[in-house]
């Protein structure tokens, strides 16, 4: 698997899949620059490797599975509200397909040890029941494979930045914060291996973090 990056052009066509969709955060001209930074530095985490089964928790409008797709030899995707008819015709535009249901996180629709890639951006914010959301990603990979986690910050701060962007219920569905995640990591079976981060306008302590990318590991 080559280096994996999401840019501008990649997007162009893709539809808004259902309401609460943000691809239309990732073309806007400052915002849809840090909205596709962030999925690159999570990229950039992965092995340049190709993987037999990888799996996408969350595909939404499905603008990362055509990056995902050179390296997979299978394709799944599992969103719990987009309608997988419009991302089947992107796929099918672009040359590549993929196995997508509507189902949930917390009971995944999969044997143990199915997958060897998983990969979730911008979900697990949005899950009350998050330990058991990171024990079944656990359950579907295969020992040695990789889960590949990305959420924005939860606080005020990101509160009062997304309503200036225009998404007025931020405060009412982001209700798990980064530190809420990574406190259950090692209980659900991982094993942390990296992370990268996205900081404004400077790194930590003096900047404001907007976002977190974490590898992790199902051990062998």
């Not at 089947?88 to 917390?106: E, F, P």
């Not at 306008?201 to 199902?218: M, T």
């Amino acid at each position: 698997m080559n280096q994996l990056k999401i840019t501008l052009e990649m997007l162009d066509g893709i539809p808004q899949n259902g309401p609460t969709d943000p691809i239309n955060y990732y073309r806007r001209p400052f915002i849809g620059t840090l909205f596709r930074h962030r999925i690159n530095l999570g990229l950039q985490l992965l092995p340049q490797q190709s993987y037999g089964r990888v799996l996408e928790i969350g595909y939404g409008s499905g603008f990362l599975l055509p990056t995902l797709a050179p390296g997979a030899r299978e394709l799944h995707g599992l969103d719990l509200d987009a309608d997988p008819a419009p991302v089947h015709r992107m796929l099918a535009s672009r040359g590549c397909a993929a196995t997508l249901v509507q189902g949930s996180v917390y009971d995944l629709p999969y044997a143990t040890g199915t997958f060897d890639l998983v990969v979730s951006f911008s979900t697990f914010e949005h899950l009350h029941e998050y330990h058991r959301a990171l024990a079944e990603t656990c359950r579907v990979l295969a020992p040695g494979g990789v889960f590949l986690l990305g959420m924005p910050s939860v606080n005020k701060t990101m509160e009062w930045l997304f309503h200036a962007i225009g998404h007025s219920t931020i405060d009412d569905v982001h209700v798990t914060s980064p530190q809420m995640v990574t406190s259950a990591f090692t209980g659900a079976g991982f094993r942390p291996a990296a992370a990268a981060y996205l900081d404004f306008p400077l790194a930590q302590p003096f900047g404001l973090r907007l976002y977190n990318n974490w590898l992790l590991e199902k051990p062998v």
